[in-house]
């Protein structure tokens, strides 16, 4: 079973962020946690992982609260294409980290 | 640099056959992964291959098995077809690289439909 808890879906207005939490209350010390997304019946698209520190790339910015218990991935300035399935997962390195998805949230956005 | 290619894109099978998926990784990397995704669900882990050794497996039957060539790329099989296998059959690849972790990649997926 998937580690981690997301709302199912979210409506945000285009240019506006995004902001997608997610709950991993059981996480390991040593288990990073990774986003990803998957825009209708194409392969996952690799978004940003972290650990501890808040991470940010030329998507998105991951924030991990100092207890490690939850997190939110912010897509600073949301357009339609950004419209996808965002996966939240918890996962260790190496042979023990394989991907264990969930249901995701499913994130709308509308001009 | 291309990414992961997998091959074909669509694929239609009657039940009782056998099916072949192939994937080639992203440059550089040296493990492959094979997840299902049936209609409106997340993907669920298959197995994975390294060092051309399959290294881990999910819960999935004996039907579904693997391979894993000198260079890196990788075949699904799938035996005796059942209506329930129609799904996306999803690819990704990792490797330790200068720049990054064993972060998957996936390629664009094969579409089985078993009639």
């Known amino acids: 079973d998937a580690k981690t808890t997301q709302p199912p879906s979210m409506d945000c207005a285009e240019g506006r962020a995004a902001n997608l939490p997610c709950n991993h209350s059981?996480?390991?010390?040593?288990?990073?946690v990774y986003w990803y997304r998957q825009i209708h019946s194409q392969g996952p698209q690799y978004i940003i992982h972290g650990l501890k520190n808040n991470e940010t790339n030329e998507m998105a910015s991951l924030i991990i609260t100092e207890d490690r218990k939850s997190s939110t991935l912010i897509l600073p300035h949301a357009t339609l294409r950004d419209t996808a399935v965002y996966y939240c997962i918890v996962r260790g390195r190496g042979s023990q980290g394989n991907l264990i998805f969930g249901k995701g949230t499913k994130l709308s956005v509308k001009p | 640099d291309a990414g992961v290619t997998q091959s074909p894109t669509h694929l239609i099978k009657t039940r009782g056959q056998q099916v072949t998926l192939r994937c080639s990784p992203k440059s550089g990397h040296d493990t492959v992964s094979w997840y299902q995704q049936a209609l409106g669900q997340g993907p669920q882990f298959i197995f994975q291959?390294?060092?051309?050794?399959?290294?881990q497996r999910g819960n999935f039957p004996d039907r579904f098995s693997g391979h894993q060539f000198p260079n890196y790329s990788s075949e699904l099989n799938v035996n005796a077809l059942l209506l329930g296998d129609s799904a996306l059959y999803l690819c990704?690849?990792?490797?330790?690289?200068?720049?990054?972790?064993?972060?998957?990649?996936f390629g664009p997926g094969t579409r089985l439909t078993v009639l």
């Open positions: 291959y390294y060092e051309e050794e399959e290294r």
């Open positions: 990704a690849s990792s490797g330790w690289t200068a720049t990054a972790t064993d972060t998957q990649y």
């Open positions: 059981t996480i390991s010390g040593n288990e990073y």
